[in-house]
C-alpha cells in the first residue's frame, strides 16, 4: 500500500494528502475488502455493471462503516455530462433513484458526495475554510465538456470563489497507459493540447490528470494535490475498464463533518 493509503478494517481506503480544513472528510477507495466475486472482486461499488445487487449492497455499507459515514452518500447516474447535482436542495439519503450528473455540491454538515471511476478521474474540492464540498467524475468528455467549471459555477453561486478553492485529484489511468485516437485528441480545445503527447501513428497519449489541471487552472483553482495514483498499471489495487474490461467501480467521497 502506498504512503497515503491505510486499512480500515478489511478495507484499504486511501486518505488524500491534502491541506483540507479538519471539518472536511475525504476517503478514496481500493478494490480491496468487500463481497464480489471475480472479476469484481473485492469491493466493487458500482450497481451497473453486472454485479449482483445484494452483494454491491453490502459492499456499500461496510464502506460507510470503515469511513464512519451515518448516512447514506450521494450516489449519481453519472453520463460523461456537465450536470452537478445540489445534496442542499436534496437530501441524498431520500434518492431512491440516484441524479443523473456528473458532480455533486454541498453545503450541508453529513451529506456525502461521491463519484464512481474504473479510469477516469475523481476530482474533490472544497474551499479552504471547509465550508462547501463538491466531487466530480472526470472522464475526457466530461473535462471537455465543462464539468470541472460547472462545478465551480456552484461554488460560486455560494459565494465560494475559485482563488478560495482545493482540489484533489484520485486514482486515474496514467498518461502512459491512456492512448487515444485523433478523434478524441481533436475533441479537445487548443488550449488543452499540453495534456496530449504525442503516441504511435495516429494516436495520442492523453493525460487526464493534466487535462483537469489546465481547466482548473483557467478557471481560477491553483491549488491543486494528488493526481499519482494510476488505476491501469496497478492490478492489484484498482479497477481499470480500460485494463479489463468488465470490473467494479472504485469511489471517491467527500463530505463535512
Known amino acids: 500500500m502506498g504512503p497515503n493509503g491505510m486499512a480500515d478494517g478489511r478495507l484499504a481506503l486511501i486518505r488524500p494528502d491534502w491541506p483540507a480544513p479538519e471539518r472536511v472528510r475525504a ?26 445487487a445484494q452483494t454491491v449492497a453490502a459492499n456499500r455499507v461496510a464502506l460507510a462503516a470503515a469511513a464512519g459515514i451515518g448516512t447514506r452518500p450521494g450516489w449519481l447516474d453519472q453520463v460523461h455530462g456537465t450536470l452537478v447535482a445540489d445534496f442542499d436542495a436534496a437530501d441524498p439519503d431520500q434518492h431512491r433513484v440516484p441524479p443523473t450528473a456528473d458532480a455533486s455540491i454541498t453545503s450541508r454538515p453529513g451529506r456525502v458526495c461521491v463519484v464512481m471511476t474504473a479510469d477516469c478521474l475523481p476530482i474533490l474540492l472544497t474551499d479552504a475554510a471547509g465550508t462547501t464540498v463538491a466531487a466530480a467524475h472526470g472522464g475526457w468528455r466530461g473535462l471537455a465538456a465543462g464539468v470541472l467549471e460547472a462545478t465551480i459555477a456552484a461554488f460560486r453561486d455560494r459565494g465560494v470563489d475559485a482563488r478560495e478553492l482545493l482540489a484533489w485529484f484520485g486514482p486515474a489511468i496514467g498518461p502512459a497507459a491512456y492512448e487515444v485516437d485523433q478523434a478524441v485528441a481533436g475533441a479537445l480545445s487548443p488550449e488543452d493540447s499540453g495534456a496530449l503527447s504525442p503516441g504511435r501513428a495516429g494516436h495520442w497519449q492523453l493525460d487526464l490528470y493534466e487535462l483537469a489541471r489546465l481547466r482548473l487552472g483557467r478557471a481560477g483553482v491553483e491549488r491543486v494535490y494528488g493526481g499519482d495514483l494510476c488505476t491501469y498499471s496497478n492490478p492489484a489495487r484498482f479497477f481499470s475498464y480500460r485494463r479489463d474490461g468488465v470490473t467494479g467501480r472504485q469511489a471517491t467521497l467527500i463530505w463535512i463533518e
Do not use: F, Q
Not at 30 to 48: F, K
Open 27 to 52: 476517503i478514496s477507495t481500493t478494490r480491496s475488502g468487500g463481497s464480489s466475486d471475480a472479476p469484481y472482486a473485492e469491493l466493487n461499488l458500482g450497481i451497473h455493471v453486472g454485479d449482483g
